[in-house]
């Protein structure tokens, strides 16, 4: 999923709620913070061309 090539850094703003479930939720799943969100972001992305896509059907 992860295109090769120049990478952009992203800032956000997290409660410290959530930034403490996605730590955990990374370290369960063997992955980086940055690879989860970089994961999480591609999919949601992607779900919503997808959707975009259909109503224009």
Known sequence: MHSQGKSAR???RLSAELKERLKTWAERNEKS???YVRQA???KINEEILSDIDRKL
């Open 10 to 12: 992203l800032r956000i």
């Open 33 to 35: 913070v940055s690879a």
């Open 41 to 43: 972001l591609e999919e």
